[in-house]
């Protein structure tokens, strides 16, 4: 019987055949998600970055006609409060994917826990190989290289691609890169870059600045099946990731807990 800290745990029946092979409870994972710009702080030299997108009814969804609604529900002048209403899907913006949104019986966002959502963040950049390919993932080889040059990859971590994608994000057909017959294009994690992290390192979470952790041209969502089937989670739409340290920062995502949540929308940020 396999007991070292690198051997998957056993699952439950109701999680998929990936999650036998690489499940096991999150350890402390972090999500990435921004919203504005991010900002350097000066004092005591340490840093802090906002990563989640402002939440907008202009910001590209995956499938055109999924973006949100919103009205003015109460004015100050009638009521002396002021505040809306909106529609809104669970996956638009900076937003979380949990283990229930592909995998049947998985866990929820009520039951992700809090340790889970604050992770030491590893940036994996391939912005340059993204802007002549967009159909670019990140390989074994991507984080091999990563160790090579900073350290290895902490358990727990949350592991971010860094695409360059966010200079798009004011076009929404750029930014789904649609082409002619309808298949999306940008980049994303390849499904054998996913289980070399949930196996060999363990793995929190991954993020990405694009709209899936998958690459847009996937149509069977492996790396989620990966990912989600593990019990781990994932964050899309990850903001200003280009001022984010490659190695050393703590990402904290603080996802919000729809009753029932397949996932939801969070406010992402990172010190160093």
């Given at each position: 019987?396999?007991?070292?800290?690198?051997?998957?745990?056993?699952?439950?029946?109701?999680?998929?055949?990936?999650?036998?092979?690489?499940?096991?409870?999150?350890?402390?994972?972090?999500?990435?998600?921004?919203?504005?710009?991010?900002?350097?702080?000066?004092?005591?030299?340490?840093?802090?970055?906002?990563?989640?997108?402002?939440?907008?009814?202009?910001?590209?969804?995956?499938?055109?006609?999924?973006?949100?609604?919103?009205?003015?529900?109460?004015?100050?002048?009638?009521?002396?409060?002021?505040?809306?209403?909106?529609?809104?899907?669970?996956?638009?913006?900076t937003h979380?994917?949990?283990?229930?949104?592909?995998?049947?019986?998985?866990?929820?966002?009520?039951?992700?826990?809090?340790?889970?959502?604050?992770?030491?963040?590893?940036?994996?950049?391939?912005?340059?190989?993204?802007?002549?390919?967009?159909?670019?993932?990140?390989?074994?080889?991507?984080?091999?290289?990563?160790?090579?040059?900073?350290?290895?990859?902490?358990?727990?971590?949350?592991?971010?691609?860094?695409?360059?994608?966010?200079?798009?994000?004011?076009?929404?057909?750029?930014?789904?890169?649609?082409?002619?017959?309808?298949?999306?294009?940008?980049p994303g994690?390849?499904?054998?870059?996913?289980e070399w992290?949930?196996?060999?390192?363990?793995?929190?979470?991954?993020?990405?600045?694009?709209?899936?952790?998958?690459?847009?041209?996937?149509?069977?969502?492996?790396?989620?099946?990966?990912?989600?089937?593990?019990?781990?989670?994932?964050?899309?739409?990850?903001?200003?990731?280009?001022?984010?340290?490659?190695?050393?920062?703590?990402?904290?995502?603080?996802?919000?807990?729809?009753?029932?949540?397949?996932?939801?929308?969070?406010?992402?940020?990172?010190?160093?």
């Amino acid at each position: 019987m396999c007991t070292t800290p690198e051997c998957p745990r056993q699952t439950t029946p109701a999680v998929s055949r990936r999650a036998a092979l690489f499940g096991g409870a999150l350890v402390a994972a972090g999500a990435v998600l921004a919203p504005s710009a991010a900002q350097a702080s000066p004092r005591h030299g340490r840093g802090l970055a906002d990563l989640t997108y402002p939440l907008t009814t202009t910001f590209p969804a995956f499938t055109p006609g999924e973006e949100p609604a919103r009205r003015t529900f109460v004015s100050i002048p009638e009521a002396g409060y002021y505040m809306q209403e909106w529609r809104i899907l669970e996956h638009y913006g900076t937003h979380v994917d949990a283990p229930g949104h592909f995998i049947e019986g998985g866990r929820l966002s009520t039951e992700i826990r809090i340790d889970e959502l604050v992770a030491p963040a590893v940036v994996i950049d391939i912005a340059r190989r993204a802007a002549r390919d967009p159909d670019a993932t990140v390989t074994v080889d991507d984080l091999l290289a990563y160790e090579r040059r900073y350290e290895r990859i902490p358990r727990g971590a949350a592991v971010l691609m860094y695409s360059g994608w966010g200079a798009k994000v004011g076009d929404p057909d750029a930014y789904r890169g649609t082409d002619a017959a309808g298949t999306l294009h940008f980049p994303g994690f390849s499904v054998d870059a996913c289980e070399w992290l949930l196996r060999r390192r363990g793995i929190g979470s991954l993020g990405v600045d694009t709209l899936s952790i998958d690459p847009g041209i996937s149509a069977t969502f492996d790396t989620h099946l990966a990912l989600l089937g593990a019990d781990r989670y994932g964050v899309e739409n990850v903001a200003n990731l280009r001022r984010l340290p490659r190695h050393g920062a703590t990402v904290t995502c603080g996802l919000i807990p729809y009753e029932g949540g397949s996932g939801g929308q969070a406010r992402v940020f990172a010190t160093w």
